[in-house]
């Protein structure tokens, strides 16, 4: 009796191990009968099938990552440009994903590429050199996100995030790309030069005025001051005339005699009983 009753446990065990399956929380699975899909997009969590007649398949449910290699894209300025990018997807609608593409990954992958270069080489068309390399690369990713999701979603997946990780020149228009921004440099130096030279005269200029200006305020102070000077002297001269005027005769001539004669080698041919000498001749004035 115990082994029929042990037979049907084990049986019964193994229906129940060969019924039932798990997906796990970073999965999702499709359920196929006889190779047609009869259930897809099963979430985690434990299930049950029928042995033999239902085949389950898995695909992760995570961010998956494609780093494409770098390739060239022609500006609409007909010069190329090299693009390394990457992108952020993940499987949406595994039913799809699997009808479009078999479920397999190099599959999805390639087209997924496939989609993406379409999608720069629209965007790059429409754009310079300089505008895809300074100023509107998140344009370019917005816009590149936004058109190729319209086409992923025929894949059942779903791209998360576009990132163009560097955009270099080719060999043949790197010299001639490197020749206009170094054109471009000097111009805007010589520009900046010229700005400079010509901040630099009018200071200059302010200078040479502002020096004119002090130096004619100076002289004509310093000819007031003087003029001041030779006033009070004159008033001085005067009124020591008018006290003595002997003395002021006679101050004023040694005055004449120190101016005259206060150099070495002056020579003066003057007649001796010359008024000039006449304080020399009367030793008593």
Do not use: C
């Amino acid at each position: 009796m115990k082994s029929p009753i042990l037979i049907a446990i084990a049986l019964a065990l193994v229906v129940i191990f060969s019924s039932a399956y798990i997906v796990d929380e970073r999965e999702t699975a499709i359920k196929f009968r006889f190779g047609e899909i009869v259930q897809d997009d099963i979430k985690p969590g434990l299930h049950f099938k029928i042995p033999v007649i239902h085949r389950v398949e898995s695909f992760s449910s995570q961010i998956l990552t494609m780093d494409a290699k770098p390739e060239q894209f022609l500006t609409n300025e007909k010069k190329y440009v090299v693009v390394d990018f990457f992108v952020k997807w993940k499987i949406s609608e595994t039913g799809k994903f699997y009808r479009s593409t078999g479920g397999d990954l190099r599959v999805a992958l390639n087209r997924l590429e496939s989609i993406m270069k379409d999608g720069l080489r629209n965007e790059f068309s429409k754009r310079t050199i300089q505008e895809a390399i300074s100023g509107e690369r998140d344009q370019i990713m917005e816009g590149l996100q936004t058109k190729s999701n319209e086409a992923a979603n025929q894949l059942g997946v779903t791209i998360v995030d576009v990132r163009v990780s560097q955009i270099d020149f080719s060999e043949k228009n790197s010299e001639s790309v490197f020749k206009r921004m170094r054109s471009e440099r000097q111009r805007v130096a010589q520009d900046l030069r010229s700005r400079g030279a010509e901040e630099a005269e009018r200071i200059q200029a302010a200078a040479d005025r502002d020096a004119i200006i002090i130096e004619a305020d100076a002289y004509s102070a310093a000819e007031k001051i003087r003029g001041q000077g030779d006033a009070k002297a004159a008033d001085a001269y005067a009124e020591a005339y008018q006290k003595n005027p002997e003395f002021y005769s006679f101050h004023r001539s040694l005055e004449a005699y120190r101016k005259s004669m206060g150099k070495a080698g002056d020579v003066m041919v003057m007649e001796p009983d010359s008024e000039f000498f006449r304080y020399f001749k009367n030793k008593t004035q």
